[in-house]
Structures are given as structure tokens and as C-alpha cells.
């Protein structure tokens, strides 16, 4: 199989001129003082290829992380149209059909809570929804209850919670949490997941995109699209899925986005789910 974020890719946008290493990197210098929206977008079209290069070099990445924004990097890989279909589709393809598919699996106490905040109820109060998630992640946080954790093969034997993995995809802290205490805390280098800053984990004010001790800004401040770009950053980064998620990315890669569809081992669960809310 050929397909996925770690695979090398052609940018869909070929520049008229190509840059020496002393341009790209004065370019990149460029857009990071820069305020101008369209001279970034420029530059970063420019130095496409050469931040491409960076990104194989872990010592280049912080720097890397400061001379990009993810939004604009999947678009030159896929293009706009590939680009906007998270968005587009989820909340009227894709999340009804996910909250009733999961009232059909066995009831726990997580999946009820996240089938409260997914879909509340039309009586319900701002101080019954404050425990939970906002209604979108939490409905994310549904398809991995529909489409379970990935083995983690021989090493780490035992079936992994949908619970469990959830906490490889969001890390909420209180507003007024050091953001650097939280990046020095980190031991092991880890897949992308966010990190979500507010006073409720249903009034998040900023996500971060946490990638190897670096604290990237999303630029979205919505749990959806701030879980769109945790998703790209994979493709931009050239990072593989975090294992216990990787059933699920590999749902949203080929089903949401259609990419490498047919170029990617899928497991029959996914194949099964995909099925069940396409029909």
C-alpha cells in the first residue's frame, strides 16, 4: 500500500520560478513578520518544496512549525476542493448518521455522555451540557466508539477504550495553564493531537496543534476545524497516525477526503462503518 500522510507528494501548485536556499530562506524570513495575508500565501507557494526538505530534518521543525500555516500547505498539496470537505460534510453528511449508529452499540456510561453532548436533548440547559465537549468533537469523539482502536500489536497486548484513546486526540487545561510547563512535561516523542485551552471543555478559546515539544496555534478557534487541521497537520508534517487512531484517521483520510482510496490497508470495520453512513 502506497498511500497516507508519510507518503512524499507533488504540490498541485508548480511555482514560474524556483528559488535558491538563500531566497527560500529569506522568503520564509519574510512571512514571519509579515502581516499581509497574500504575501504569506505567496511565499509559502515559493518555498513549498524547500519546507518540505525541512521538515525530514527534526532540527529544522521548530523552525518549520514558525513558517507555515497547515490550511494553506494541504491546499497546494490537494487543492481546495479535497481541502473543504471536513467542514462541508461533516455536520450534514456525516455527524446525524454517526449519533444513530452509535445508539446502536452496547450503552456505557462514556458513550451515553458523549450521545448527550453529541445530540442534547431539546430541553436541556446550558448547566446540563456544561460537563462535555461541544456537540461537534463530541461527535467525533463518537467514531471512535464506532470504529474501536487500533491493536496496538504484540508489545502492548490488550484491547484499548475508545475512552483511552481519546486522550490521544484532545488534552484540555484551564485557562491561565503554562503552555511551556505542559510542552516540558513531555517525555516521549508522540503524534500530533491538541491541546485545548478554555474554561470548560464546551468553551474552548484556543487549540494548539502539539507536535515534538511545539505548541503550533490553530488557526480555527471551533473544535471541528481545529480537529481539521489536527488531521492535515499529519499530511503537512509528514507524521504517521498515532496507532490507537489510526482506524479512525484512516476513515476520515478515504472517506471524508477520498484520498488514496484503494492505496491504504483499511480494516474491514472501517469498510463496514463507511458503508453504513454512505447509504
Known amino acids: 500500500m502506497s498511500g497516507g500522510p508519510t507518503v512524499r507528494r507533488q504540490c498541485q501548485f508548480v511555482p514560474e520560478t524556483a528559488l535558491s536556499e538563500d531566497e527560500c530562506k529569506e522568503a520564509i524570513s519574510l512571512m514571519k513578520h509579515s502581516a499581509d495575508e497574500d504575501i504569506v500565501k ?3 507557494k515559493l518555498t513549498f518544496d524547500y ?17 507555515f500555516h497547515v ?23 456525516y455527524k446525524k448518521k454517526i449519533i444513530q449508529e452509535c445508539r ?26 456544561d460537563f462535555g465537549w461541544d456537540s461537534d468533537l463530541s461527535s467525533v469523539f463518537l467514531l471512535l466508539h464506532l470504529i474501536p482502536p487500533s491493536a496496538q500489536g504484540r ?34 516523542s508522540s503524534q500530533p493531537y491538541l491541546l485545548a485551552v478554555g ?18 496555534p490553530c488557526r480555527s478557534t471551533s473544535c471541528l476545524g481545529a480537529f481539521d487541521e489536527l488531521f492535515k497537520a499529519h499530511f503537512v508534517f509528514g507524521t504517521s497516525y498515532n496507532p490507537m487512531l489510526r482506524n479512525m484517521y484512516t476513515f476520515i483520510q478515504t472517506t471524508v477526503y477520498n484520498i488514496d482510496v484503494g492505496k491504504v490497508k483499511e480494516s474491514p470495520r472501517v469498510a463496514e462503518v463507511r458503508v453504513r453512513l454512505l447509504h
Open 42 to 44: 505567496n511565499k509559502m
Open 51 to 67: 519546507r518540505r526538505n525541512m521538515i525530514l530534518d527534526p532540527s529544522s521543525l521548530a523552525t518549520y512549525c514558525l513558517s
Open 71 to 93: 490550511e494553506q500547505d494541504f491546499v497546494l498539496m490537494f487543492g481546495e476542493g479535497v481541502s473543504g470537505k471536513l467542514l462541508e460534510k461533516w455536520p450534514t453528511a
Open 104 to 129: 446502536k452499540l452496547p450503552s456505557t456510561s462514556e458513550l451515553e455522555e458523549l450521545l448527550l453532548t453529541a445530540d442534547p436533548p431539546e430541553d436541556s440547559t446550558e448547566r446540563d451540557a
Open 155 to 188: 508489545r502492548k497486548p490488550g484491547k484499548v477504550s475508545a475512552s483511552q484513546a481519546e486522550k490521544h486526540l484532545v488534552v484540555f487545561k484551564k485557562s491561565g495553564t503554562s503552555i511551556q510547563e505542559h510542552l516540558d512535561a513531555i517525555t516521549t
Open 199 to 216: 474554561a470548560r471543555k464546551n468553551a474552548v478559546h484556543q487549540f494548539f496543534i502539539v507536535l515534538d515539544k511545539n505548541a503550533i
